[in-house]
C-alpha cells in the first residue's frame, strides 16, 4: 500500500535534543556578547542551555532559520534578519547530528522493498545534504528539500507534493514520518498517511490527533509497513 516515505530530518531521522542543543550553544558563543546577552538570546529561542533543553514552544522545534533569526533579532541591533539567518544557517551545517536509530540499515531495508524515500526539512538544503552525508546515507534518498529550496516550508506541503510529483508517485500511498505537529499537517494537506514519531519534543498526545499512528521511533517503520500488508 505504500509506495513512497517522505521524512521530517531534525527530530525524525536524528534525535532532537541530542543534535540541536550542540548548535544552540555554539549560536549563542558566536552572537553572544556576554553572559547576560547569551541568556537573553537563549530564552528568545526557547532554549535552556544548562541541561540543553528545548522548550515546548522554541521556533528552533519546527520553524525555518529566518523564523528563528526574527525571534533572536530585537536583541542583536544592527544585524538584519537575513545576516542572522544566514550565521544561523553556518552553524547548522557544521552541527553534529546524533541518529535517533541506526539509519543506514533502515534506509537501505526500506529501499529494499521497492520504496522511494524522500526528506522535507524546514532546515535548508544545504544543511541537510550535509547532515545526511556525515551519516553516510545521502545515496539512500530519491529526494532532499529544505525551506529554501523553491517548494516553501511545513506545515505547507509544496516539499511532499514535489517529491510525489517527481517519482510519479501518488500521494495517498506516501508516508509523511515526522516528530511535530507541522509535519502532520503537511502530510494531511498533501493527502498523505501522517506517521509521528516521538524522537523530538513533542509528546503522544500532541500528535496522535493529527496522525494515523505514532511510533516510538523510525525504527518501527518496517514492522507498520507489515501491519498494513497483512490487513
Not at 50 to 74: C, N, R, Y
Not at 96 to 111: F, K, N, T
Amino acid at each position: 500500500m505504500i509506495a513512497g516515505i517522505i521524512f521530517d530530518k531534525d527530530g525524525t531521522l536524528f534525535d532532537f535534543r541530542a543534535s540541536w542543543a550542540g548548535w544552540a550553544r555554539a549560536v549563542l558563543a558566536e552572537l553572544g556578547r556576554d553572559g547576560d546577552h547569551a541568556t537573553a538570546l537563549a530564552v528568545a529561542m526557547g532554549f535552556d542551555p544548562g541541561p540543553g533543553q528545548f522548550h515546548p514552544d522554541s521556533p528552533v522545534i519546527a520553524g525555518t532559520s529566518a523564523e528563528v533569526a526574527e525571534a533572536l533579532l530585537p536583541h542583536l541591533p544592527g544585524l538584519s534578519a537575513r545576516a542572522v539567518a544566514l550565521r544561523l544557517d553556518a552553524q547548522a551545517v557544521r552541527a553534529r547530528m546524533e541518529p535517533a536509530v541506526p539509519l543506514a540499515p533502515l534506509l537501505g531495508a526500506l529501499r529494499g522493498r521497492g520504496l522511494r524515500l524522500g526528506l522535507a526539512t524546514n532546515d535548508v538544503e544545504q544543511a541537510a545534504r550535509a547532515h545526511l552525508a556525515a551519516a553516510g546515507i545521502a545515496d539512500l534518498f530519491d529526494y532532499v528539500a529544505g525551506a529554501d529550496s523553491g517548494h516553501g516550508a511545513k506545515p505547507g506541503p509544496g516539499m511532499l507534493l514535489d517529491f510525489a510529483a517527481a517519482h510519479g508517485l501518488d500521494p495517498a500511498r506516501v508516508a509523511m514520518v515526522g516528530d511535530s505537529t507541522h509535519d502532520l499537517i503537511a502530510g494531511r494537506a498533501a493527502g498523505m498517511r501522517p506517521v509521528a514519531v516521538l524522537t523530538g519534543i513533542a509528546r503522544e498526545p500532541d500528535l496522535a490527533p493529527l496522525a494515523e499512528v505514532v511510533l516510538p521511533d523510525i525504527g518501527a517503520l518496517p514492522h507498520w509497513l507489515d501491519r498494513l500488508a497483512a490487513a
